[in-house]
């Protein structure tokens, strides 16, 4: 704990003195804030009138202290011992950094997260608004199109922008992410095109959550041992209708059919917002870092859609999701599908919707990978899905715009488990309260 306190206040001196040096307080452009003005922003603001006059960086960071009063409980027992307390506190750092007209770098960094305490970066790219090439075609292509290149959080879904990351929880009004949570970052890059309230986007990408040059190894349930890039796609409408009423629709299509350590749904690097619940006596709490979160296991192969809906009238905001996911891991013949359904509502007050109360309902329905009845001789494969849903109800409070207070309330339950599995029965429920900064 120490090297952390010791790291993260390096970082900051490290920022400061920069940001100093290098002048940097003007603002980067086209850059979501990672305050709560970035609230309710998906795709990174495009202003291709802005004057570019030198280099400029911009230091950000998110923090998040959290105290847990969560109680779980299964059929079988045996599980990690839990009481009310303090969670590790997340730390992220970001550098923005305007190179040129019309072009930006990213770098952020987890100072300190649960499933790796030490500092790492979670990743990279470089944004192209303008191209440094003359040409009235060019110019009027690029004055609709972004283009993001490196080792990023890739744009699949809708659900990733409103998400808890690390330390930067400032977007999410509630404490934890989706059951199945599609996120990762991969090599690669994407091409967004803006006209009007229309947005449509592709992106290709290595397929994993790293740079891998390793030969696949083939397995007797699969011999494919060729690699192949990741695809996706996405498209929608976004717009503010009045001074009230603002919709956005998106559909989202992620495809990889042969990779050699898929992550869509195992891709944070940070860990779930609910500490070791629902894990077995003799967890570790860095290496079971998804604590309340569901993996569907689609190593090998996954094609997935997802249906996001946003609707935001005065201070009510209304956010859907619906996703359906098949795949296999490389030990399987067949594919597997996974679904899941989310709504959430949050109403938004005061002078400058520095309140907040809102409430979630997420559910997730999917097969799992060789699962047996228990105490069967042969083995019998169970064929039923699993179902686990969940409640949520949370309420905050934005005392600044880089800092707020905000307490959830949850419950969710495991269903149709096996009985060999520790889930069987499970459950879990409580509060969990945040303080949170972000800048």
Same mark, same amino acid.
């Given at each position: ?8 206040a ?8 920069? @940001?100093?040096?290098?002048? %940097? ?6 850059l ?6 970035? &609230? =309710? ?10 004057v ?11 923090f ?11 059929t079988?027992?045996g599980?990690? !011992?839990i009481t ?7 730390a ?14 990213n ?5 300190? @997260?649960?499933h790796? =305490? ?41 659900q990733?922008?409103?998400r808890?990351?690390?330390?930067q ?5 509630? &404490?934890? =992410?989706y059951i ?5 970052? $991969? ?6 095109v803006? !006209? ?18 390793d030969?696949? &190894? ?12 990741? %695809? ?11 001074s009230?009423?603002?919709?956005r629709?998106a559909?989202s299509y ?12 195992g ?22 870092a ?12 996954? =094609? ?6 946003? &609707?935001?009238?005065?201070g ?15 030990? $399987? %013949? ?26 979630k309902y ?9 699962? @047996? ?22 309420a ?14 949850? @419950? ?13 029965g ?14």
């Amino acid at each position: 704990m120490m090297k952390n306190k010791f790291t993260l206040a390096s970082a900051l001196i490290v920022a400061i003195i920069s @940001s100093y040096s290098f002048g %940097v307080q003007a603002q980067v452009s086209n850059l979501r804030p990672y305050d709560k003005s970035g &609230i =309710n922003v998906f795709e990174a603001p495009k202003d291709s009138n802005a004057v570019f006059d030198k280099i400029k960086v911009s230091f950000g960071a998110g923090f998040t202290q959290s105290f847990q009063g969560l109680k779980h409980e299964n059929t079988s027992g045996g599980l990690y !011992k839990i009481t009310p307390g303090f969670n590790t506190a997340n730390a992220n750092l970001f550098m923005d950094v305007q190179l040129s007209d019309g072009i930006r770098l990213n770098l952020t960094s987890y100072l300190s @997260s649960r499933h790796h =305490n030490e500092t790492w970066v979670k990743g990279g790219y470089i944004q192209f608004d303008k191209l440094p090439f003359k040409g009235k075609l060019l110019e009027d292509i690029m004055a609709v199109t972004t283009i993001k290149i490196g080792h990023m959080e890739i744009n699949y879904g809708d659900q990733h922008f409103r998400r808890s990351d690390g330390g930067q929880t400032i977007y999410n009004p509630f &404490i934890e =992410n989706y059951i199945m949570d599609g996120f990762t970052t $991969e090599i690669g890059g994407e091409v967004l095109v803006r !006209k009007n309230a229309l947005f449509g986007l592709i992106g290709v990408s290595n397929g994993m959550i790293k740079g891998n040059i390793d030969s696949l &190894i083939a397995t007797p349930q699969d011999a494919n041992v060729h690699k192949s890039p990741a %695809v996706y796609v996405k498209g929608g409408f976004d717009k503010q209708l009045n001074s009230d009423l603002r919709v956005r629709f998106a559909a989202s299509y992620y495809s990889n059919n042969s990779s050699g350590g898929q992550t869509l749904y195992g891709g944070d690097r940070t860990g779930s917002n609910y500490f070791m619940v629902l894990e077995k006596v003799g967890a570790v709490n860095t290496t079971n870092a998804f604590s309340g979160r569901f993996n569907p296991g689609f190593t090998k192969k996954v =094609n997935a859609l997802q249906l996001n809906a946003f &609707i935001k009238f005065q201070g009510l905001e209304l956010f859907a999701t619906y996703e359906n996911a098949k795949g296999r891991s490389k030990t $399987e %013949v067949d594919s597997r599908g996974a679904e899941q359904m989310a709504i959430d509502g949050v109403y938004r007050f005061g002078k400058t919707e520095n309140f907040f109360i809102g409430a979630k309902y997420n559910v997730v329905t999917a097969a799992m990978a060789n699962v @047996s009845a228990a105490g069967t001789t042969p083995a019998i494969t169970y064929n039923n899905d699993v179902k686990i849903d969940r409640i949520a109800i949370a309420a905050g409070w934005f005392m600044t715009k880089n800092i707020l207070l905000k307490g959830e309330y949850v @419950s969710q339950k495991y269903k149709d488990f096996p009985t060999a599995d520790f889930r069987s029965g499970g459950k879990f429920k409580g509060y969990v309260i945040q303080a949170v900064v972000g800048f």
